[in-house]
């Protein structure tokens, strides 16, 4: 089993609706929680964080962690075009190392 | 400017040659990072290292070795390049802190012949 799992995509939505983005690890253990997006050929860059079991929303993105049951997703509101990338989870705990997902990719279409 | 740069972007090269690929950071942070990231694998951790007296092996260090010059630089070398480190490798720095947030540099493209 992978330390942490995403589905590689691509998820496809229309420009405007909601796009969810779905994690899941298999350390109990974990403390932190990031999504990375990563454009094609760019650097991951941090958008969201998150440490605590509910929500936690930043403009557009809403990240949600659950850790009786070891997933944390990212949620995307008027999703838009210029969202289409690779949004990566990264999880860690006090070893201060993160372990990524491979990614998974999102497409916009307008 | 940028808070963390890598040089050189882009390098060619040829089997056997050594390869060094330099990260500079001015975010003053006492930890970098360097990691890879081949299609389908995601992004692999190379070496660490938390201040200028400590390195770490990551989870794919044969082949690679690191030095700390400095606070702000962290270089890695390729001594003998194979074909397989044909990578996109990032170097990423964060704060001596709980949160371990991550911020990464532009990334070099090394393609080895």
């Known amino acids: 089993q992978k330390e942490v799992e995403q589905n590689s995509g691509p998820l496809s939505v229309p420009e405007g609706a909601i796009a969810s983005l779905n994690c899941t690890y298999s350390d109990r253990g974990s403390q932190s929680f990031f999504w990375y997006r990563q454009y094609s050929g760019k650097s991951p860059e941090l958008i969201m964080f998150i440490y605590s079991n509910g929500d936690k929303e930043d403009g557009r993105f809403t990240a949600q962690l659950n850790k009786a049951s070891q997933y944390v997703s990212l949620l995307i509101r008027d999703s838009q075009p210029s969202d289409s990338a690779t949004y990566l989870c990264?999880?860690?705990?006090?070893?201060?190392?993160?372990?990524f997902g491979t990614g998974t990719r999102l497409l916009v279409s307008p | 400017d940028a808070d963390v740069t890598q040089t050189p972007r882009n390098r060619i090269t040829k089997t056997g040659k050594r390869i060094m690929l330099e990260c500079s950071q001015t975010k003053g942070h006492d930890r970098m990072y360097w990691y890879r990231q081949d299609p389908g694998l995601g992004l692999r951790l190379i070496y660490y290292?938390?201040?200028?007296?400590?390195?770490n092996k990551g989870e794919i260090s044969d082949g690679y070795s690191v030095s700390r010059q400095a606070q702000a630089k962290f270089s890695l070398s390729l001594e003998s390049a194979i074909p397989n480190q044909t990578a996109l490798y990032f170097c990423?720095?964060?704060?001596?802190?709980?949160?371990?947030?991550?911020?990464f540099g532009p990334g070099t493209r090394l393609t080895v012949l």
């Open positions: 990423a720095t964060c704060a001596s802190d709980d949160r371990n947030e991550q911020f």
């Open positions: 290292s938390f201040d200028v007296k400590d390195i």
């Open positions: 990264a999880v860690t705990k006090y070893s201060q190392k993160l372990v």
